[in-house]
C-alpha cells in the first residue's frame, strides 16, 4: 500500500489543474489532482450538493509523478459513498468509477480499487463538506473555491 505521505502535492480544488503541468518536487514519487464536481454544472454536473469526480495522478504531459501499478486491477463493483451524490443510478455510478479506476487509479501506487476509492473519500471528505455549507447558503463557484482554499 502506498502511504499517503506519497502525496504531498495533492491539491483538493480542480481550479488548481488549470496549470500546464505539475512539477511533484524533490524525492517525490507521486503527485496529483482531487478534482471535485460542485453540482453546479449542466447535465450530468448538475447535482444538489457537490460530489467527487476522481483523483488524477498528474502524469506524462500532466506532471511529474511516476505511474505506479496497483497489486490488482479488477474493477471496483460497489457504489463508493463520496460518489453516492452524483444522483444517478448505481449501475452509472459504478460505470463511472470503473472509467475513473482504469483511467487514473491504476497509474495511483494503491493496492487496489477498494483502497484508491477508500483513500479518495477519505481526502475529500473535508473540502465535500466545506462546499456543501456554501452551496446551501447560496454560494457559486467561487465563494466554494474561497471556502476550500481558506
Known amino acids: ?5 506519497y502525496w504531498p ?3 483538493a480544488a480542480a481550479a488548481a489543474a488549470a496549470s ?6 524533490d524525492d517525490v514519487r507521486l503527485c496529483g489532482v482531487l478534482t471535485l464536481e460542485s453540482g453546479l454544472g ?4 448538475g447535482h444538489d ?5 476522481g483523483l488524477w495522478p498528474e502524469t506524462g504531459s500532466y506532471g511529474t509523478s511516476d505511474c505506479i501499478a496497483p497489486e490488482s486491477t479488477a474493477d471496483p463493483t460497489i457504489v463508493y459513498s463520496c460518489y453516492e451524490a ?3 443510478d448505481d449501475d452509472d ?4 468509477e470503473v472509467h475513473e479506476w482504469e483511467k487514473h487509479g491504476e497509474c495511483a501506487g494503491v493496492e487496489d480499487q477498494d483502497d484508491y476509492f477508500t483513500q479518495i473519500c477519505g481526502m475529500a471528505s473535508g473540502p465535500i463538506a466545506i462546499m456543501t455549507s456554501t452551496k446551501k447558503a447560496g454560494g457559486d463557484i467561487d ?3 474561497t471556502a476550500v482554499s481558506a
Open 143 to 145: 465563494a466554494m473555491a
Open 49 to 53: 450538493v457537490p460530489c467527487v469526480h
Open 42 to 45: 449542466n447535465g450530468s454536473y
Open 9 to 11: 502535492a495533492l491539491v
Open 1 to 5: 500500500k502506498m502511504p499517503r505521505r
Open 93 to 96: 455510478i459504478i460505470s463511472f
Open 86 to 88: 452524483s444522483g444517478t
Open 20 to 25: 500546464s503541468s505539475m512539477d511533484c518536487g
